[in-house]
Protein backbone atom coordinates (compact mmCIF):
# COMPACT_ATOMS: atom_id res chain seq x y z
CA UNK A 1 0.00 0.00 0.00
CA UNK A 2 1.15 3.72 -0.23
CA UNK A 3 0.84 6.37 1.64
CA UNK A 4 -0.09 9.68 0.24
CA UNK A 5 0.23 12.82 2.07
CA UNK A 6 -1.08 16.58 0.45
CA UNK A 7 0.60 20.06 1.11
CA UNK A 8 0.60 23.44 -0.10
CA UNK A 9 -3.31 24.66 -0.43
CA UNK A 10 -4.57 27.96 0.36
CA UNK A 11 -6.33 31.22 -0.83
CA UNK A 12 -5.61 32.60 -3.91
CA UNK A 13 -7.35 35.15 -6.01
CA UNK A 14 -8.72 34.84 -9.28
CA UNK A 15 -5.57 34.68 -12.17
CA UNK A 16 -2.71 33.37 -10.02
CA UNK A 17 -1.22 30.67 -9.53
CA UNK A 18 -0.64 27.76 -6.62
CA UNK A 19 1.74 24.31 -6.67
CA UNK A 20 0.39 21.62 -4.38
CA UNK A 21 2.46 18.72 -3.71
CA UNK A 22 1.97 14.96 -2.81
CA UNK A 23 4.73 12.98 -0.73
CA UNK A 24 4.05 9.19 -1.49
CA UNK A 25 5.51 6.55 0.84
CA UNK A 26 5.50 2.95 1.36
CA UNK A 27 5.16 0.44 -1.94
CA UNK A 28 5.16 3.60 -4.54
CA UNK A 29 7.17 1.14 -7.01
CA UNK A 30 3.78 -0.56 -7.15
CA UNK A 31 1.90 2.13 -8.24
CA UNK A 32 1.79 2.85 -12.04
CA UNK A 33 -0.66 5.84 -11.89
CA UNK A 34 -0.93 8.47 -9.77
CA UNK A 35 -3.10 11.32 -10.01
CA UNK A 36 -5.32 14.29 -8.49
CA UNK A 37 -8.96 14.63 -8.40
CA UNK A 38 -10.73 17.31 -6.69
CA UNK A 39 -14.48 17.86 -4.69
CA UNK A 40 -16.15 20.74 -4.48
CA UNK A 41 -18.83 21.28 -1.94
CA UNK A 42 -22.14 19.10 -2.57
CA UNK A 43 -20.28 18.30 -5.64
CA UNK A 44 -19.06 14.50 -6.65
CA UNK A 45 -15.24 13.78 -7.01
CA UNK A 46 -13.91 14.38 -10.11
CA UNK A 47 -10.90 13.77 -12.04
CA UNK A 48 -7.97 16.46 -12.67
CA UNK A 49 -4.92 15.21 -13.56
CA UNK A 50 -2.80 11.86 -13.89
CA UNK A 51 0.31 10.80 -14.79
CA UNK A 52 2.54 7.42 -14.96
CA UNK A 53 5.09 7.23 -12.37
CA UNK A 54 7.76 6.02 -14.40
CA UNK A 55 7.37 7.20 -18.36
CA UNK A 56 6.12 10.52 -18.25
CA UNK A 57 2.92 10.31 -19.86
CA UNK A 58 0.61 12.87 -18.14
CA UNK A 59 -3.72 13.41 -19.04
CA UNK A 60 -5.60 16.09 -17.71
CA UNK A 61 -9.92 16.79 -17.80
CA UNK A 62 -10.59 19.21 -20.46
CA UNK A 63 -11.47 21.86 -17.71
CA UNK A 64 -7.96 22.07 -16.60
CA UNK A 65 -5.71 21.90 -19.59
CA UNK A 66 -3.66 24.58 -20.34
CA UNK A 67 -3.77 25.47 -17.03
CA UNK A 68 -2.74 23.22 -14.62
CA UNK A 69 0.00 21.12 -14.76
CA UNK A 70 1.26 17.30 -13.31
CA UNK A 71 4.87 16.43 -12.62
CA UNK A 72 6.82 14.19 -10.45
CA UNK A 73 9.76 13.93 -8.53
CA UNK A 74 10.91 10.39 -8.56
CA UNK A 75 13.27 11.11 -6.33
CA UNK A 76 11.86 12.35 -3.86
CA UNK A 77 8.84 10.55 -3.95
CA UNK A 78 6.63 14.01 -4.96
CA UNK A 79 3.83 14.60 -7.52
CA UNK A 80 3.07 18.29 -7.66
CA UNK A 81 0.46 20.00 -8.86
CA UNK A 82 1.24 23.22 -10.86
CA UNK A 83 -1.93 25.75 -11.26
CA UNK A 84 -2.27 28.38 -13.15
CA UNK A 85 -4.89 30.73 -13.97
CA UNK A 86 -7.10 29.93 -11.38
CA UNK A 87 -10.62 30.26 -11.50
CA UNK A 88 -13.21 30.24 -8.76
CA UNK A 89 -14.24 27.26 -9.85
CA UNK A 90 -11.64 25.53 -9.42
CA UNK A 91 -11.78 25.92 -5.47
CA UNK A 92 -12.20 22.55 -3.92
CA UNK A 93 -10.30 19.97 -2.32
CA UNK A 94 -7.74 18.31 -4.15
CA UNK A 95 -6.77 14.66 -3.52
CA UNK A 96 -3.99 12.96 -5.05
CA UNK A 97 -4.31 9.33 -5.43
CA UNK A 98 -2.81 6.11 -6.81
CA UNK A 99 -3.10 2.86 -7.99
CA UNK A 100 -0.99 -0.23 -9.96
CA UNK A 101 -3.54 0.51 -13.03
CA UNK A 102 -1.80 1.78 -15.94
CA UNK A 103 -3.87 4.39 -18.71
CA UNK A 104 -6.86 5.11 -16.20
CA UNK A 105 -8.46 7.96 -14.68
CA UNK A 106 -11.61 6.36 -13.21
CA UNK A 107 -11.52 6.88 -9.19
CA UNK A 108 -12.92 3.73 -9.08
CA UNK A 109 -9.65 2.20 -10.14
CA UNK A 110 -7.60 4.89 -7.58
CA UNK A 111 -6.71 2.30 -3.71
CA UNK A 112 -4.74 4.34 -2.31
CA UNK A 113 -5.55 8.06 -1.25
CA UNK A 114 -4.48 11.47 0.75
CA UNK A 115 -6.58 13.37 3.25
CA UNK A 116 -6.98 16.36 0.76
CA UNK A 117 -5.83 19.54 0.55
CA UNK A 118 -8.19 22.97 0.13
CA UNK A 119 -7.62 25.61 -2.43
CA UNK A 120 -10.03 28.48 -2.42
CA UNK A 121 -10.04 30.91 -5.37
CA UNK A 122 -11.53 34.37 -4.58
CA UNK A 123 -13.29 36.56 -7.52
Known amino acids: QVQLVESGGGLVQAGGSLRISCAAS????????VAWFRQAPGKERDFVAATSWFGGITVYADSVKGRFTISRDNAENTIFLEMNSLKPEDTAVYFC????????????????WGQGTQVTVSS
Open 26 to 33: GRTFSSYT
Open 97 to 112: AATNRKSTTDLADFSS
